[in-house]
């Protein structure tokens, strides 16, 4: 059984929840870990995992260069690397899917979630109209991450719900009272007023943390300052926006 067990190193700072949730599961196997760059590199060139599991800081050198190495050392037997970590700037991503990056995380991560990503990977053959929706769902998460947005609250769920419609439906953002918050207050058995209201605390939250230098850093241009909110409606539409324009 112990050679069938999918095997993980983990580039990651000391023992973590993600560390111990794989060690504890019985159909995957922990080769090491270390936040060491350059010990990451000596490990995974000797011990060949299946995945790497890679923060973007680590010491001596950074996820990225360890990357680079280990395509130019490994080539075929490069493992599929996740990149996980706090810095959820649209840049970072970016360089990680750039660079051959399987996924790119934003922390704090549910283990659940990290080996739901690596089963996708391990089956290439899901179906494609469940892989783009996890792709989006996962997209708009990172970006409602970087902006403020906490995933505990429901306006999150909310504000999610109705980009993902958004997108597929984009006139449906020219009939937001009449269309799109009865379609969520359906899906979540509530009520319109209050996903309109949850959506608006969801950003109030957002811009109470300060974060609004992300949103325009993530668009490219300054789009608000600290005293110019967003609506509900505009928000929706600009992150719908980039999700239809990056395919």
């Given at each position: 059984?112990?050679?069938?067990?999918?095997?993980?190193?983990?580039?990651?700072?000391?023992?973590?929840?993600?560390?111990?949730?794989?060690?504890?599961?019985?159909?995957?196997?922990?080769?090491?870990?270390?936040?060491?760059?350059?010990?990451?590199?000596k490990?995974?060139?000797e011990?060949?995992?299946?995945?790497?599991?890679?923060?973007?800081?680590?010491?001596?050198?950074?996820?990225?260069m360890v990357?680079?190495?280990?395509?130019?050392?490994?080539?075929e037997?490069?493992?599929?690397?996740?990149?996980?970590?706090?810095?959820?700037?649209?840049?970072?991503?970016?360089?990680?899917?750039?660079?051959?990056?399987?996924?790119?995380?934003?922390?704090?991560?549910?283990?659940?979630?990290?080996?739901?990503?690596?089963?996708?990977?391990?089956?290439?053959?899901?179906?494609?109209?469940?892989?783009?929706?996890?792709?989006?769902?996962e997209?708009?998460?990172?970006?409602?991450?970087?902006?403020?947005?906490?995933?505990?609250?429901?306006?999150?769920?909310?504000?999610?719900?109705?980009?993902?419609?958004?997108?597929?439906e984009?006139?449906?953002?020219?009939?937001?009272?009449?269309?799109?918050?009865?379609t969520?207050?359906?899906?979540?058995?509530?009520?319109?007023?209050?996903?309109?209201?949850?959506?608006r605390?969801?950003?109030?939250?957002a811009w109470?943390?300060?974060?609004?230098?992300?949103?325009?850093?993530?668009?490219?241009?300054?789009?608000?300052?600290?005293?110019?909110k967003?609506?509900?409606?505009?928000?929706?539409a600009?992150?719908?926006?980039?999700?239809?324009?990056?395919?």
């Open positions: 059984m112990e050679k069938n067990k999918i095997t993980i190193y983990f580039a990651d700072t000391e023992e973590n929840e993600l560390i111990s949730y794989f060690k504890e599961n019985q159909a995957y196997k922990v080769l090491g870990s270390s936040s060491d760059g350059r010990q990451v590199v490990d995974v060139e011990l060949k995992p299946d995945f790497l599991v890679s923060e973007v800081l680590l010491s001596g050198m950074d996820g990225f990357f680079e190495t280990l395509k130019k050392d490994m080539g037997n490069l493992p599929k690397v996740i990149f996980i970590s706090n810095l959820s700037h649209s840049g970072f991503v970016s360089k990680a899917i750039k660079e051959g990056a399987s996924y790119f995380m934003v922390k704090p991560i549910m283990p659940e979630n990290l080996e739901q990503r690596m089963q996708d990977l391990l089956n290439p053959k899901i179906n494609e109209e469940d892989k783009n929706e996890k792709l989006l769902d997209k708009i998460s990172n970006i409602f991450i970087s902006i403020g947005i906490p995933a505990h609250i429901k306006g999150y769920q909310f504000l999610r719900e109705a980009v993902k419609l958004a997108v597929e984009p006139e449906i953002i020219g009939s937001i009272t009449k269309k799109l918050y009865p969520i207050a359906e899906k979540f058995e509530t009520s319109s007023s209050k996903v309109e209201r949850g959506m605390h969801a950003i109030e939250v109470n943390r300060g974060k609004i230098e992300n949103i325009n850093n993530l668009f490219g241009f300054k789009i608000y300052s600290s005293n110019d967003p609506t509900n409606g505009e928000l929706i600009l992150i719908a926006d980039k999700m239809i324009m990056e395919g």
